[in-house]
């Protein structure tokens, strides 16, 4: 069974950093797209950043290209998002997704975290 579990989000200071943790299970990196999407109330959710370890494809989203980047940890199981610059308009619930095509994880994809919320005091 595919699960996404997030973690690391809370309250952090407007210019502030801040890292989420997806811990991941049931399959294997090499085999699946990661993304992190953003839903921030009143708006419809937004791709951030997705990276595929098979081919090293990565999209950054506009609004956090340059700020914000994605890695992970094989031993650990886990894709990391860090968030740098932070500001008020990156509030939103944050989630993170796995599909075994990018073409999945860029429109639809089939598993998903909980999600975690980050809010950004200006």
């Known amino acids: 069974e595919v699960q996404l579990v997030e973690s690391g989000g809370g309250l952090v200071q407007n210019g502030g950093s801040q890292t989420l943790s997806c811990s991941v299970s049931g399959f294997t990196f090499d085999d699946y797209v990661i993304g992190w999407f953003r839903q921030a109330p009143g708006k419809e959710r937004e791709r951030v950043v997705c990276?595929?370890?098979?081919?090293?494809?990565?999209f950054h989203a506009d609004s956090v290209r340059g700020r914000f980047s994605i890695s992970r940890d094989n031993a650990k199981n886990t894709v990391y998002l860090q968030m740098n610059s932070l500001k008020a308009s990156d509030t939103a619930i944050y989630y993170c997704?796995?599909?075994?095509?990018?073409?999945?994880?860029?429109?639809?994809?089939?598993?998903w975290g909980q999600g975690t919320q980050v809010t950004v005091s200006s």
């Open positions: 997704a796995a599909d075994q095509r990018w073409s999945g994880v860029t429109s639809a994809p089939d598993y």
């Open positions: 990276f595929s370890s098979g081919d090293g494809s990565t």
